[in-house]
């Protein structure tokens, strides 16, 4: 079994900063890529951010500048901190990872329960 838990969502102003954390648990062997995905309402499930076990990230350009992406693979842990928020942030956050639970198999994709982020005065 593999579990990620994601925290640091909630209510904040436009402007403001947010810090989200996900953290994978359960039989892992290595993780691959992390990443955040978010989905407004109405609208499809959307990157965020990625970032390889290497350490290197790309965003979507509505974020560049004003998010970056970490992980700490001692703790099976990636981050997402988000400034500047605008409302158009608003929706909820998924983290995702690409887990091998064994050296000899191929990552599986695993995803988060989400953790709704609204942005809003």
């Known amino acids: 079994q593999v579990q990620l838990v994601e925290s640091g969502g909630g209510l904040v102003q436009p402007g403001g900063s947010l810090r989200l954390s996900c953290a994978a648990s359960g039989s892992i062997f290595s993780i691959n890529a992390m990443g955040w995905y978010r989905q407004a309402p109405g609208k499809q499930r959307e990157l965020v951010a990625a970032?390889?076990?290497?350490?290197?990230?790309n965003y979507a350009d509505s974020v560049k500048g004003r998010a970056t992406i970490s992980r700490d693979n001692a703790k099976n842990t990636v981050y997402l901190q988000m400034n500047s928020l605008k409302p158009e942030d608003t929706a909820v956050y998924y983290c995702?990872?690409?887990?091998?639970?064994?050296?000899?198999?191929?990552?599986?994709?695993?995803w988060g329960q989400g953790t709704q982020v609204t942005v809003s005065s």
């Open positions: 995702n990872a690409d887990i091998k639970r064994r050296s000899w198999s191929l990552g599986d994709s695993y």
């Open positions: 970032i390889t076990r290497g350490g290197r990230s």
